[in-house]
């Protein structure tokens, strides 16, 4: 049982920042893409960004791109730098690994960590 432990979740004023962190202890997914998925009040999961340790590759979804950075600072830790927030950032936010290949950083996770909220005010 694969376990992602986040955190840095919080409460900011729009226009500010805060940092989420993911961690898979024990585990390595060093080829594999490991990365970020959001849920706002009342709508679906959303992809936020992903990124692989070996390699380097990215992917950001366009609402946040310019705005949040992803970095995988090992084989088993992700990051996302979140700044210039929006109330319309406000989302439970997920950590998500997975253990296949693929052309798309955004499908195909098999492992979840239990989520964090952001709440964004106005």
Known sequence: QVQLVESGGGLVQAGGSL???CAAPGRIFSSYPMGWFRQPPGKEREFVAA?????????????????FTISRVNANTVYLQMNS????????YYCAARTSYG??????YNYWGQGTQVTVSS
């Open 103 to 108: 052309s798309s950083f955004r499908y195909g």
């Open 85 to 92: 927030l929006k109330p319309e950032d406000t989302a439970v």
């Open 51 to 67: 990124a692989t340790w070996s390699g380097g590759s990215a992917d950001v979804a366009d609402s946040v791109k310019g705005r």
């Open 19 to 21: 940092r989420l962190s």
